[in-house]
């Protein structure tokens, strides 16, 4: 069964940096777009960043261009985030979920399935 696995998330100061991780099994990994979601408290969950499953091509949602970027290791089964100059509107439990397609910020994701997340709190 898909499993996602995210880590990496923890308590950072304002302007510093995470790298989140997600560990994926369960499917063929490489076959597949991979995308970071994020969901903060009272809010809907919204699309962070997306990687084609060669990782060569990558898409930004506007709040993360510039200080974000995605990567996959398919040798590994595994995407990252990494975060710089974090704000605090950062702040949100981030997931990762295995996409069907996506063409700049619009998505499908192809499993309704979601991993536990990993808490981002950025501290102003």
């Known amino acids: 069964q898909v499993q996602l696995v995210e880590s990496g998330g923890g308590l950072v100061q304002a302007g510093g940096s995470l790298r989140l991780s997600c560990a994926a099994s369960?499917?063929?990994?490489?076959?597949?777009?991979m995308g970071w979601f994020r969901q903060a408290p009272g809010k809907e969950g919204e699309f962070v960043a997306a990687?084609?499953?060669?990782?060569?091509?990558?898409s930004y949602a506007d709040s993360g261009k510039g200080r974000f970027t995605i990567s996959r290791d398919n040798a590994k089964n595994a995407v990252y985030l990494q975060m710089n100059s974090l704000k605090a509107e950062d702040t949100a439990v981030y997931y990762c979920?295995?996409?069907?397609?996506?063409?700049?910020?619009?998505?499908?994701?192809?499993?309704?399935?979601w991993g536990q997340g990993t808490q981002v709190t950025v501290s102003s």
């Open positions: 979920n295995v996409l069907n397609y996506y063409s700049g910020t619009d998505y499908q994701i192809k499993f309704d399935y």
């Open positions: 990687a084609s499953w060669s990782g060569g091509s990558t």
């Open positions: 369960g499917f063929t990994f490489s076959s597949y777009a």
